[in-house]
Nanobody
Framework: QVQLVESGGGLVQPGGSLRLSCAAS????????MRWYRQAPGKEREWVAF????????NYADSVKGRFTISRDNTKRTVYLQIDSLKPEDTAVYYC?????????WGQGTQVTVSS
């Protein structure tokens, strides 16, 4: 079955950086687009970034453009989210998602907390 496992979250000061990872298994990773979402306390889950199967096309939410970079390594079946210039409002649980054969598949999430 499809499994997605996020890692790399933590507590970081404003202005800092983190690199989140999402390791995938159970499907042909290189054939599917991948997405990152986040959910802040008391808010709805929101889309953050998209990457095409080959990695040549990326898209970002306006709120993170210029600070977040999505990438993937199909040989490692992993998608990444590089987060720079972190702000307190970036505090959230970050999830990766794969839409495989019409089914949404989510990881368990990784917590990112931005605080001084």
């Amino acid at each position: 079955q499809v499994q997605l496992v996020e890692s790399g979250g933590g507590l970081v000061q404003p202005g800092g950086s983190l690199r989140l990872s999402c390791a995938a298994s159970g499907f042909t990773f290189s054939m599917y687009a991948m997405r990152w979402y986040r959910q802040a306390p008391g808010k709805e889950r929101e889309w953050v970034a998209f990457i095409s199967p080959g990695g040549h096309t990326t898209n970002y939410a306006d709120s993170v453009k210029g600070r977040f970079t999505i990438s993937r390594d199909n040989t490692k079946r992993t998608v990444y989210l590089q987060i720079d210039s972190l702000k307190p409002e970036d505090t959230a649980v970050y999830y990766c998602k794969a839409l495989v054969r019409g089914n949404e598949n989510w990881g368990q999430g990784t917590q990112v907390t931005v605080s001084s």
